[in-house]
Nanobody, 130 residues
Framework: QVNLVESGGGSAQAGGSLRLSCAAS????????MAWFRQAPGKEREGVAA????????YYGDSMEDRFTISQDTTKKTVYLQMKSLKSDDTAIYYC???????????????????????WGQGTQVTVSS
């Protein structure tokens, strides 16, 4: 079992920045891959970024790499999502997720598939106003 707790959400102006945090419980094996997803009203949950704890190898969903950066602090068992140049389209609930593997396609790109992840946090709301 892995417990995930997100924090750092809130309101921001377009063009601003926010940093989200995800603190994970023990059980390193099942949280080897940590990821961020988001879900806007009326839309499907989409993958933002993922990271292998330990190595720090990171992956990004399509069109996410320009403005989002995933990172970790292994001493705190915490993964971060730095968001910059925020747009109103970034308004969503952001979820932290964990599983053993960050699955990739044949071209090395992350699948960003929500069904690959077993453990989920409760989510944190991000609202960007223009």
């Amino acid at each position: 079992q892995v417990n995930l707790v997100e924090s750092g959400g809130g309101s921001a102006q377009a063009g601003g920045s926010l940093r989200l945090s995800c603190a994970a419980s023990e059980n390193y094996r099942d949280r080897n891959c940590m990821a961020w997803f988001r879900q806007a009203p009326g839309k499907e949950r989409e993958g933002v970024a993922a990271l292998y704890q330990g190595s720090g190898r990171s992956y990004y969903g399509d069109s996410m790499e320009d403005r989002f950066t995933i990172s970790q602090d292994t001493t705190k068992k915490t993964v971060y999502l730095q968001m910059k140049s925020l747009k109103s389209d970034d308004t969503a609930i952001y979820y932290c997720a964990a599983d053993q593997w960050c699955r990739v396609r044949g071209n090395g790109r992350w699948t960003a598939d929500r069904t690959d992840f077993t453990y989920w946090g409760q989510g944190t709301q991000v609202t960007v106003s223009s």
